[in-house]
């Protein structure tokens, strides 16, 4: 029977640590979620937002039931979401740091006219509402449609830019310099 049908069998499974060697040599984009579902915002920095579909605009992401933003995850009907470049580091690690209001103006920030919490000039970002849930291991994957977006710093198709990843438990900024073949389109 298929995983999505049956219980995983975690006794055959990939040992965990093994799991997380692997993707510690995996870069990721980095990206900040913020959600309201009326209690007050919260936020948290996240490497696993993916595109899904451009027609309909969907993308993905998945939250650890360990985040203190998980519960406000859980119930919240729309999210934005901040992809960040090297100029935001400091909306990045605020994201990631726990146990502190990420909203005590340590980063601007301000509010929609539809509600939502947005950090002020960070690269981008996409106003979403959340169509799906899906239980995954100890984490919920979330998927999200696009429903209004904001450029700040734009990249252009091909040209280098000041892309933030996370490699190895550590920031990383891409750049020209890290460029090994130019033209190759995905």
Not at 47 to 67: D, G, H, M
Not at 81 to 108: E, M, N, P, Y
């Amino acid at each position: 029977m298929p995983a999505s049908k049956a219980a995983i069998d975690v006794e055959q499974s990939l040992p965990s640590e093994d799991f997380k060697a692997v993707f510690r040599g995996h870069p990721s984009g980095v990206a900040v979620i913020t959600a309201d579902a009326g209690q007050g915002p919260v936020a948290l920095t996240a490497s696993s937002v993916a595109s899904v579909s451009a027609e309909p605009p969907l993308l993905i992401f998945s939250v650890s039931a360990l985040s203190s933003a998980s519960p406000v995850l859980s119930r919240a009907e729309t999210v934005v979401v901040h992809f960040l470049d090297v100029q935001d580091i400091d909306v990045a690690k605020l994201g990631a740091k726990s146990g502190i209001d990420r909203f005590a103006q340590a980063q601007t920030w301000t509010r929609l006219s539809t509600g939502e919490t947005v950090y002020d000039g960070v690269r981008a970002w996409v106003r979403c509402e959340i169509v799906e849930r899906i239980q995954a291991g100890e984490s919920k994957v979330l998927i999200a449609r696009a429903l209004q977006s904001h450029i700040e710093r734009d990249v252009q198709p091909g040209q280098p830019s000041d892309a933030l990843v996370y490699h190895n438990r550590m920031w990383h900024h891409l750049d020209e310099r890290s460029a090994i073949d130019h033209g190759i389109a995905m």
